[in-house]
């Protein structure tokens, strides 16, 4: 399932691979989802930051990949939406693009193994 967020062309293809991890006593499903977003028109980023909000609690960047293309683990009841900024080759930060659409991996069919 492919989703596109308004104006900032995330895109993130899910459902790849479930996975279901059991700690002692309490059971975690998670799922893989790859997204996937237009490097900017102007300017050179030599890497992006990634950042992750679940159930619109505060943004943590998860990832620093050098492509615009990042595979997240996400819990599979909860929503969840991604920005991303570029980082230039002198460390300097360009903007955070506009949040994704919100994805909730039980909302959309999926289903853990």
Known sequence: MTHIANSNKIFFLCVLIFIVLAPPGIAVDLVTAN?????????????????????NGP????????EPKVTLTLSFNDDHRVQ???VDI?????????????????????EPD
């Open 84 to 86: 991303v900024a570029g």
């Open 35 to 55: 997204y996937i977003w237009d490097p900017p028109t102007v300017g050179l980023p030599v890497e992006y930051l990634v950042q992750l909000s679940t159930n």
């Open 59 to 66: 943004w943590i960047t998860v990832a620093r990949p050098n």
């Open 90 to 110: 002198q460390g300097r930060q360009g903007p955070f693009s506009l949040p994704s659409e919100t994805y909730n991996p039980s909302k959309e069919g999926a």
